[in-house]
């Protein structure tokens, strides 16, 4: 292995013998019983007798004995899975029309696009509304001086979430909460503690939380439910291909949808408007209404699926609302947007989207501080290469890229008043613990009578 340094000590007995020439040290793995090496570093052990190690071909990541490949590609994590009931293929995404790739803009151009965006903006809301709310569920949390800057900040966003879910009547029992993006849980986990009562502690048949998130999360909080008698549920699936109408759990009891999400990346707030309000009701418009997937199946609803369990008759219940923080409108998609009737309205298209996209990152670009810098909060950072300066001063870009923000935003508005709801935009946090501080909620303009 190469071990260049002279002040080198061995390793641990029963430890890794593999040198990590990077660290200047041994490996602190534990070898196996009459090994040399670990499962990171077998492929270094010596034929002695016994299986050779190799690389798994699904994943390079780790090794697996030569004699047991089979065995271990039948239940390797990194196997193609069977596709689970809800997983119907581009449900939610839009036309197959792709997004226009813009180069660099000419003055010209760009004062036209400038020209463009202050017209389409006339008649429409400019100045957000501040309303930053708070729920007493986080108030020990938020004074808990063991929390860090990054933690409280996270915290307060949380909290002002809660403050308003309860403002608009949506936080309640008797409901399914559908977090979209929910990255580990925090804000289902948060929404639990405070329907938590005296009286019923423990939270069960008049409480669902179901998490959407489509990658494999770690240090997730659903865990800490397990034994509440909660039914905490996470689907690790991209929104684009998820299928509401056919999720056991929400089939089950059929309870009322409240979507909730916590900074919804570009795209996936588009994708999850469409789930929630599109599709999430679709099977039962579409669908004879006591069709099975197979006659063998019973015809009375069963709880807990498998990946083709679906109660006779499904669909979820009606969505109550919606509260959604957004942010990274640089990477939304033409293709998925849900508010392009509103922007061909006024006389705009895929490539005035785009651009608009683009300049959205000149409302957050070079403005964060110091210490928001250092957290991304998990987001791409936004596009700084536009090649405009002489042209528009940094306070000039900073409201042209609120301005593109907000237009594409009423345009979600514009989609949410078509399907029957009354939606608003509003400032739900100050803009020194996040700059991406626009909240859009949404009730319907019908309440309904549940």
Known sequence: HGLSTADVTASSPGHCCFFVQ???????????????????????????????RIVCPLDPKHTVSEDKLQKHLKKCNSREKAKPVYFVENINAGSADGDETLSELSRTELETLVDKLKTAFKGLQCDLEDSLQSHPALHDELHNPKNGDSAHK?????????GHLEELGLLGRGRCFVEFGAGRGKLSHWIHEALKTCEHPKTCEDLQLLLVERCSTRFKVDGKHQDAGVQFERLQVDIQHLDLSKVPLLCE????????????????????????????????????????LRPSEPSEPRSGG???????????????????????HHRCEWRHYVGQQFFLQRGLGAREFSAFCRMSSWATCGLRPTNQRGDSEEHEPAEETDAVNGFLSASEREQLGRLCKQLIDHGRCHFLQMKGFSSKLTRYISSDVTLENVLLTAVPLTPHSS
Do not use: N, W
Request: aromatic share 2%.
């Open 22 to 52: 990077k660290k200047k040290r041994f490996c602190k793995m534990v070898a196996g019983k009459g090994r040399k090496y670990c499962g990171e570093h077998a492929t270094m052990e010596e034929d002695g007798g016994g299986s050779r």
């Open 154 to 162: 996270h915290l307060k966003q949380q909290s002002s979430i809660l």
């Open 253 to 292: 009891k059929k309870l009322p949808l409240v979507g909730v999400g916590k900074h919804l990346c570009g795209a996936a707030t588009d994708l999850a408007l469409r789930c929630l309000l599109e599709t999430a009701g679709q099977s039962e418009e579409k669908e004879p209404p006591h069709k099975r």
């Open 306 to 328: 498998g990946l083709g369990s679906v109660p006779t008759g499904c669909g979820p219940g009606p969505v109550l609302g919606l509260t959604v923080a957004l942010c990274c």
